[in-house]
């Protein structure tokens, strides 16, 4: 697959087929509005500064999560661990009871936001939203992050995302 359009446009499955080499991690984004946790999975998020700590997060504009995440204005972010493949799957699926969507799994309120925090993640940070910028179809929200944790698991092996498939990547 070799595109060469001069206009720039590009078939959104090459765009797909191409970032898919790519290998990501996989987090829980959580928030709270109006006093109900809303969630979802995100493989767009990296680190931005170290001074400050800053991260992002891109969120689809066409999900309840990108209303939710914007109001509320504070938000935690969970990395998963290679053994929690099924809440990500399940955080991926629109149309989750907001009610029900945490049902069977551990989370924690975040020590400064309330914001969930998966248990047994290998790793979780709160942030409150510094900015956000129009990305598409996505909304780039970059956050401060105010607390953070890290699991303490000898080689802990991470859950990530590449060819369209979740795998699991050891440290060693």
């Not at 087929?17 to 109900?36: D, H, K």
């Not at 946790?37 to 969120?59: Q, Y």
């Not at 907001?98 to 969930?116: E, M, N, R, V």
Request: charged share 15%; aromatic share 8%; net charge negative.
């Amino acid at each position: 697959m070799v595109t060469s359009d001069p206009s720039g446009s590009i078939a959104p499955g090459d765009f797909r087929t191409a970032l898919g080499r790519f290998a990501s991690g996989i987090t829980i984004m959580s928030t709270l509005q109006g006093g109900v946790a809303h969630a979802m999975t995100a493989n767009a998020f990296t680190s931005v500064s170290l001074d400050p700590p800053l991260v992002l997060v891109c969120v689809d504009k066409g999900v309840r999560m990108h209303d939710a995440v914007l109001e509320c204005g504070f938000w935690a972010v969970s990395v998963l661990g290679s053994s929690q493949e099924a809440i990500a799957e399940r955080f991926a699926k629109s149309g989750r009871d907001l009610l029900t969507q945490f049902d069977g799994i551990g989370t924690a309120p975040g020590p400064k936001t309330g914001c969930p925090v998966i248990g047994g993640a290998l790793s979780w940070l709160e942030c409150r939203t510094w900015a956000t910028y129009d990305g598409g179809d996505h909304t780039i929200v970059v956050g401060e992050v105010l607390s953070l944790g890290a699991e303490g698991v000898v080689d802990p092996a991470a859950l990530i995302y590449y060819a369209g498939h979740y795998r699991e990547l050891r440290g060693n």
